[in-house]
């Protein structure tokens, strides 16, 4: 079984090293922006399967982090610049935010941090 952060290294692998976050159109909300985060995610998803939800839920926790990191970001952010403690942050609120994620959430607290 894996360990946190070794589920963190497997769900950075799953997203691209860089992505240009450039766009000269953005509005309030991160529009283009938010729209190629949640395509590359999107497309992590399909490659998942919904067989795997640990790892569906971590690539989702990587992405909020990437969103809320990458503001005000001109021109390429680098999957390598998600911290781990806040990733960690957004898997705990992801997991204790809904009942449904009981089950994950018990698997999660299981695996060792290292």
Aim: hydrophobic share 35%; with cysteine.
């Amino acid at each position: 079984m894996l360990s946190r952060k070794e589920l963190f290294y497997k769900t950075m692998s799953m997203w691209p090293d860089s992505i240009n976050l450039h766009f000269d159109d953005r509005d309030e909300n991160g529009g283009k922006r938010q729209q190629l985060l949640n395509e590359i995610y999107s497309q992590i998803e399909s490659s998942l399967g919904q067989t795997d939800e640990l790892t569906l839920l971590s690539s989702w926790a990587f992405h909020q982090v990437i969103s809320s990191t990458a503001v005000g970001v001109d021109v390429f952010f680098c999957s390598e610049k998600v911290l781990y403690d806040l990733y960690e942050q957004k898997m705990f609120e992801n997991l204790r935010g809904d009942d449904c994620w009981k089950f994950e959430l018990d698997i999660y607290l299981k695996l060792e941090t290292e």
